[in-house]
Structure formats: structure tokens, C-alpha cells
């Protein structure tokens, strides 16, 4: 890959990361108010049974999407510490070794697969 273009993956790869950072800072902030409000300190009356319910089915669902933004900063995270170790396997199948489109590249700049070696995963396909 020309190095104009690695350096396109690597801002893309750090715009994305941030967005997901912030992303993460608001699903703390979530945690924290409505760690307040299940508290009580909130509320100057007890919740009904329904609401608690409501409350912990808003929390658990935050937790998910919390835990799924963690786990795409990771594979971001990864990303750029390939590009920076070791710039010329960077867009590189780890399958089967052929390279991997700048287009895909751009579009999911955290891959590490190519399109038909994905396609094989997906599919199940062993071929």
C-alpha cells in the first residue's frame, strides 16, 4: 500500500477511535446517572415495580452497547498498532496472504481479512 494511502487508513483509524472513546464517555455518563436515579437520590418518591423494571432493562442495554463500543476500540486499537509496527503487512490477508483493497480497506480500515476470505468465514465455506 503507497504511503498517501496508509496514512488516509491511519486518519481514518483515529477519527473512528475517537468517535468511539466519546461514544464510551457517554454510555459512562449513562451508568453514573442512572446508578443515582435506582439509588434513590434522585427521586423524592420509591418507584414502582414497573418503572425499577424499565430501569434495569435501560441499564442492561447500555452495559451491551457499552461493551460492544469496547470491543470495536480494541479491534481500532489493534489496527493502528499493526500499522505502526509493521506498515508493509498492513493491508495484508491473514488467511491467504494476497492484499486487501484500498476501497475495503477504507470502508473497514480495522480489517484484517480480505473480501472473499470473509465471505468464506461468513458462508462457512472451506473451499
Not at 476501497?103 to 470473509?118: F, S
Request: net charge negative; hydrophobic share 30%; charged share 35%.
Amino acid at each position: 500500500m503507497k504511503k498517501k494511502d496508509l496514512k488516509h487508513i491511519e486518519k481514518r483509524l483515529l477519527q473512528l477511535r475517537e468517535r468511539a472513546l466519546k461514544d464510551l464517555g457517554h454510555y459512562d455518563e449513562s451508568f453514573s446517572n442512572s446508578s443515582q436515579a435506582s439509588e434513590g437520590d434522585l427521586a423524592a418518591y420509591s418507584f414502582h415495580m414497573a418503572d425499577q423494571g424499565t430501569d434495569a432493562m435501560e441499564r442492561e442495554k447500555a452495559f451491551l452497547f457499552a461493551s460492544k463500543e469496547g470491543r470495536y476500540l480494541y479491534h481500532l486499537d489493534e489496527a493502528l498498532r499493526r500499522l505502526y509496527r509493521t506498515p508493509a503487512q498492513f493491508a495484508v490477508c491473514e488467511d491467504c496472504g494476497d492484499k486487501i483493497s484500498f476501497e475495503r480497506m477504507d470502508a473497514l480500515p480495522h480489517t484484517t481479512l480480505c473480501i472473499k476470505c470473509k465471505e468464506k468465514e461468513e458462508t462457512g465455506d472451506s473451499r
